[in-house]
């Protein structure tokens, strides 16, 4: 089965501090993309930040960024200078043609 | 852009009832997608479209469970003889398809389905 798997059910950060969210994933593609959603309480879900599998660069949005290491299938989310805001459910995904197979998400609480 | 809009937001149905949702996409997305989300879980794909094409099926939509998209507009899911496994929360999604892979999804709030 080509899953996603994000092994920190919750996770709290104080408010300026950064955290890291972590993902591994299963493919047998060669070329693919993967996702960082966010979705706030009672709130539709959001897209943070995607990365091309064949570009070896991270991405960056602003205070987003990823660590992808394609060999390891590993695909973690850092939040630098965390705010309130932030505090949600953030699910990784893995997808190809746009179907996309998502983790069971990390539970983030910023706390001030 | 007015983003993707599901109806009803909440609906509450008892064992066996029928029950239809409609997503209205963004408009200039040519993809649409269903997926079902319950409590602690991520969202679970269920179908997608491409215009008025039902490109893919999930194995976990059961012939009790029914999609469309005509005229590649709007869509409805339809879900027939309702089980309280049902019970989850439905999302649509839209994304235009630009010939590379990657689109990004925009989702809509959810319809909210409880069967009693």
């Not at chain 1, 060669?30 to 599998?53: D, G, H, T």
């Not at chain 2, 039902?54 to 003889?81: N, Y």
Request: aromatic share 10%; hydrophobic share 30%; charged share 20%.
């Amino acid at each position: 089965a080509q899953t996603v798997t994000q092994s920190q059910p919750e996770m709290s950060v104080q408010e300026a501090e950064t955290v890291t969210l972590s993902c591994t994933y299963d493919t047998s593609e060669s070329n693919y993309y993967l996702f960082w959603y966010k979705q706030p309480p009672s709130r539709q879900m959001i897209l943070v930040i995607r990365q091309e599998a064949y570009k070896q660069q991270n991405a960056t949005e602003n205070r987003f960024s990823v660590n992808f290491q394609k060999a390891a299938k590993s695909f973690s989310l850092k939040i630098s200078d965390s705010q309130l805001g932030d505090t949600a459910m953030y699910f990784c995904a893995r997808g190809s043609q746009g179907n996309l197979i998502f983790g069971k998400g990390t539970k983030l609480s910023v706390k001030p | 852009d007015t983003g993707v809009s599901q109806d009803p937001r909440h609906k509450i149905t008892k064992r066996g009832q029928n029950v239809t949702f409609r997503c209205d996409p963004i408009s200039e997305h040519n993809r649409l997608y269903w997926y079902r989300q319950t409590l602690g879980q991520g969202p679970e794909f269920l179908t997608y479209f491409q215009n008025e094409a039902q490109l893919e099926k999930s194995r976990l939509l059961s012939d009790r469970f029914s999609a469309e998209r005509p005229k590649g507009s709007f869509s409805t899911l339809e879900i027939q003889r309702t089980e309280q496994g049902d019970s989850a929360m439905y999302l649509c999604a839209s994304s235009p398809f630009v010939g590379t892979l990657g689109s990004p999804l925009h989702f809509g709030n959810g319809t909210r389905l409880t069967v009693t």
